[in-house]
């Protein structure tokens, strides 16, 4: 097959079962089976001759196939393994339900390609056998001079070819003339107005918009679960969201919704701004001549779009996969990971190679790949370019260390804002930090950014960015939350003052009640995902203590902005890691050097005190001493535990439970600071003070804490992980210590002799062992 072939689109017909070109043990399949089936070990020629039996038997079971992921060599980018999928895995559109259904295939020594994996069970009905068409599958080209022609990308939501005419809103097609002439109502917009079409309501948006002095552009649609055909459109003042400087989150739409009828009726407005609107707009622009903004997003065929949700909301993106990095950061950085690798043996970086293209980016030196192994446990996935006009798509990972300062845990370009785009880079990072996986992460929550987390970390607790949750409460809440304080008094008391799931739940019912929400798809949405943003699911799980607001200071603050050049970019971001290092290390000499004065006569002070970090034991003295100001009272018994109610003298509203098990010092706090934040609060403090504990049990002092967080081995047994972890521990904490070591020692030629002959009396006192 040449590279032309490959190129193309191609039809996949069926063949008899006889027919099968698919080889097990290096014998073709015998003739007389009357079913192909899959399985591990089966043996093609190429990678094209397995997607093809495999779709032969999808189309034998009644069932579509697509492209999944590949995978390429670390040695010299070539492809060693592929997968196939069932056409509905995923969730990416409605019509896809996450079906596992897959094979894989490995290329072996030989040059064959080999089945690793299967799975064959579905997790929906498969059609009849023999019923169904095989499905179009793209082949993926790989670069040839000259140009490819045909060849349609991988498939989104669907083109308007498959909606009814109805449904259709082609801006292109809107010419002069029938913007003027609209076909139904006409003045104000109101609900209960009908249309013909959805075509005909644009119109009519467009006109009024005109009229009033803003401009519009569409906004979400949705599809029947049953069929997949629009039933309800959205179009939205162009100042909708914050994606953009420009934008403000305004809040006014019109959204209408396809009836039984087939006509198309008003069921929501919005009609306030939040923005002073301006004058008249010419009644005789057509659509073409609105800005930039409404042109991008509005004006193209529908056809060769698809409808991907972007910072919560969903936008139309080209489906051409086109990267949004310039080539020339392509060439610079490169250029740059490759002198980087040269000087440091520890620096990691990977690229996202697609038809030939490069995509996606991801580097992390090898102090990044150290810190992961202390301080990865709780992480950041900054994607803050996100929010506004960014040159380029910056992203970056960020975790918490021993002195609450940010550490940079690897970087990454991102060439599309695709489920595939956020896959690999989660991918690269796990394996340049030796599979280590996080305990946590903050990150946005877009739909392909949770499917991507959920399926490289699927133990990960993912919280949502806080920015972006109060970008959505604005443009959803946003009017209520203004105009009627016992309402914003009732929402913030429900979110950030519920004490226990049933609490929250019943104080969520009532706003929805109470206020005539129960008709509102966000408030209804954030509800469901409630454990990825609600404090009370929060807190349960260790988040390092970044609180529940999100406030996290940026690691490279002012250093790159919105708008760094090129040829700027890698000087200010050495700069900012310069920066960090440089507050890193005068912490770590204050830590050393330095000591807090004690407040108390408690032996736990004076522990805490020589364990911790001062910024960490600062943080510990403030809840020792808060403790004083707690009574606690015995208010159940069951065996070894105890439970007490310790309550604020001065304030009886505050009070927790903690139960202290008094066999094995276990103790735990309905506040849940410590799974939290890892330190242990006052009302536990409390309850150690009346069973006269003189000294913590040191599960309760987490090593990552510690002035010797980055030194040695010795850290909490339960977070080690396994044997992978302990090792790659260990071999990244003698590597840090090396490069330290380097560094001082070749400060200057006496230093060199002294450290050379440190190192060679260190060697003969070695223990050599196998």
């Not at 918009?209 to 803003?214: D, E, H, L, P, R």
């Not at 086109?322 to 950085?333: F, G, H, T």
């Amino acid at each position: 097959m040449n590279r032309e072939e490959l190129g193309n689109i191609m039809t996949v017909r069926t063949k008899p079962a006889a027919l099968v070109v698919g080889i097990s043990n290096g014998h073709q399949e015998n003739e007389g089976e009357s079913k192909m089936e899959p399985h591990v070990g089966l043996e093609f020629n190429t990678a094209e001759e397995a997607q093809e039996f495999y779709s032969m038997y999808a189309t034998q079971v009644g069932f579509k196939i697509r492209i999944g992921q590949l995978y390429r060599s670390r040695v010299d980018g070539s492809v060693i393994s592929r997968r196939f999928v069932c056409s509905k895995e995923g969730f990416q559109t409605n019509s896809r339900t996450g079906c596992p259904a897959f094979i894989r295939v490995q290329k072996v020594d030989s040059g064959k390609w080999v089945v690793a994996n299967i799975k064959k069970e579905h997790n929906h009905e498969v059609e009849a056998s023999g019923e169904i068409c095989p499905s179009r599958i793209q082949r993926k080209s790989f670069p040839t001079p000259r140009s490819s022609t045909g060849g349609a990308s991988r498939t989104g939501i669907r083109s308007h070819e498959d909606d009814s005419p109805s449904a259709v809103v082609d801006i292109k097609r809107l010419k002069k003339e029938e913007m003027d002439a609209v076909n139904g109502p006409s003045g104000e917009p109101s609900k209960g107005l009908e249309f013909n079409s959805a075509n005909d309501a644009y119109k009519f948006y467009y006109a009024y918009a005109t009229n009033m002095g803003f401009r519009i552009r569409i906004g979400q649609l949705f599809r029947s679960k049953h069929d997949g055909s629009i039933t309800s459109r959205r179009f939205v003042c162009s100042k909708e969201g914050h994606q953009h400087p420009s934008r403000v989150g305004c809040g006014a739409y019109m959204r209408i919704q396809r009836h039984e009828s087939g006509r198309w009726v008003v069921d929501r407005l919005q009609k306030e701004h939040n923005h002073a609107l301006g004058s008249p707009l010419d009644p005789n622009r057509t659509v073409n001549g609105t800005p930039k903004g409404c042109r991008e997003e509005g004006s193209s065929v529908l056809e060769n779009l698809d409808l991907v949700e972007t910072n919560g909301g969903l936008s139309l993106v080209k489906r051409g996969r086109e990267s949004r990095i310039d080539n020339d950061w392509y060439s610079v950085l490169l250029e740059y990971f490759q002198s980087r690798q040269a000087e440091e043996t520890g620096f990691f970086y990977a690229v996202d190679m697609r038809e030939g293209k490069g995509m996606n980016l991801f580097w992390a030196d090898a102090r990044s790949r150290f810190s992961c192994a202390q301080f990865g446990d709780a992480i950041v996935f900054d994607t803050t370019y996100r929010r506004g006009s960014h040159s380029v798509p910056f992203a970056s990972f960020v975790g918490i260390n021993h002195h609450r300062q940010p550490v940079l845990l690897g970087c990454a370009l991102i060439a599309d804002e695709s489920e595939e785009s956020f896959t690999w880079i989660f991918q690269a990072w796990v394996r340049a930090m030796s599979g280590c996986r996080p305990v946590s992460i903050i990150a946005d929550q877009d739909r392909v950014i949770q499917h991507s987390i959920a399926q490289v970390f699927p133990g990960t607790h993912h919280r949502f960015s806080a920015w972006q949750i109060l970008a959505k409460e604005q443009e959803n809440l946003g009017a209520l939350l203004s105009m009627d304080a016992e309402f914003k008094y009732e929402y913030e008391a429900c979110i950030f003052q519920s004490q226990t799931a049933s609490e929250f739940d019943f104080s969520w019912n009532m706003l929805m009640d109470k206020y005539n929400l129960s008709d509102n798809a966000w408030f209804k949405e954030m509800y469901q995902m409630r454990k990825s943003w609600v404090p009370l699911h929060i807190k349960g799980t260790f988040f390092a203590g970044i609180p529940v607001d999100g406030s996290l200071k940026s690691y490279f603050s002012t250093f790159l902005t919105a708008q760094t050049p090129l040829n700027e970019f890698i000087v200010r971001y050495e700069k900012a890691l310069e920066k960090r290092y440089e507050e890193e290390r005068k912490e770590d000499y204050n830590s050393f050097n330095m000591q807090v004065v004690l407040h108390t006569k408690d032996p736990i002070e004076e522990q805490c005190r020589r364990l911790y970090t001062i910024t960490m034991f600062k943080a510990f003295q403030k809840e020792l001493l808060d403790c004083y100001n707690y009574v606690g009272t015995k208010i159940n018994v069951e065996g070894a535990i105890s439970r007490y109610l310790v309550q604020n003298c001065g304030n009886g509203d505050e009070r927790n439970t903690v139960a202290f098990n008094a066999s094995n010092l276990n103790i735990s706090c309905s506040c849940k600071m410590f799974e939290f934040e890892g330190v242990l609060c006052r009302h536990t403090l409390k309850v150690f003070q009346i069973m006269n504990i003189r000294e913590l049990p040191s599960r309760y002092i987490l090593h990552r804490w510690t002035k010797n967080a980055k030194f040695g081995i010795m850290r909490d047994s339960d977070s080690l992980g396994g044997s992978q972890n302990f090792k790659a521990l260990m071999l990244w904490s003698l590597r840090e210590e090396a490069r330290n070591y380097i560094e001082a020692g070749t400060a200057s030629l006496e230093r060199y002799k002294l450290a050379f002959e440190i190192m060679q009396e260190g060697r003969r006192n070695f223990c050599w062992q196998n």
